[in-house]
């Protein structure tokens, strides 16, 4: 399965707020996951890529806590992929307590390429009924204006971009090739945390299949 960029790039570059720069030694969130699960169904991966000449634009790893990664091996092991058992792995990882989505870029993309993506699947976890009630209005909004600090550098090859989600919290970091942290943001309240999942998970939406077929 393969998409264009500008639909591609809409789970993975779902900043929350807009991403601050920072010049401080923030610690990546690589080095904080201690309360993650490891092993068999811990971790969902993808390759984008870019569909007219098949160029390898981005991966995206999601791996889960403990109590999350039993319902997804429940779910998926021993299985073939199908839709009722891909509807079950959605919903485990939409409930999740705690994830880290890590973005690795494999090419530069500017924001003019990821903006209609993000767009879309954000509209498509409203659809599902998937974000608090209330809150598409105000994120639809406000997801053109989250990109500023990054506007004119865009996503460089070698760049990742983490959320750090949490049951009230989203921390969203942006870590060049270097180990620099370029720009982070912390936005508190359950509506972030469900926005980023249900971009990942919503039917529809650009990484849903791949994310789910990488279990089985």
Do not use: C, N, W
């Amino acid at each position: 399965m393969r998409s264009t960029i500008g639909r591609g790039a809409a789970a993975a570059a779902f900043v929350l707020g807009a991403l601050l720069p920072t010049a401080a030694r923030a610690q990546s969130p690589a080095r904080e996951q201690g309360d993650l699960a490891s092993g068999p169904y811990a971790t969902m991966r993808a390759k984008l890529e870019r569909t007219l000449f098949d160029i390898d634009v981005l991966e995206v790893a999601i791996r889960f806590d403990e109590g999350t990664r039993r319902r997804l091996a429940d779910a998926a092991r021993g299985r073939p992929y199908s839709e009722e058992r891909a509807r079950r792995v959605a919903e485990a990882a939409l409930g999740a307590e705690r994830a880290l989505v890590r973005v690795t870029f494999l090419r530069d993309v500017t924001l003019d390429q990821y903006l209609p993506g993000v767009r879309d699947d954000l509209r498509r976890a409203h659809e599902a009924g998937l974000l608090e009630r209330g809150s598409y209005p105000d994120l639809a909004k406000r997801v053109p204006a989250s990109f500023d600090a990054v506007e004119e550098r865009g996503f460089r090859r070698g760049d990742r971009l983490y959320y750090d989600v949490r049951p009230r919290s989203v921390r969203t970091v942006l870590v060049a090739a270097d180990g620099r942290v370029v720009a982070e943001r912390l936005e508190r309240g359950s509506a972030f945390r469900r926005a980023v999942l249900g971009s990942y998970f919503a039917p529809g939406t650009t990484f849903r299949e791949l994310l789910i077929r990488s279990l089985f």
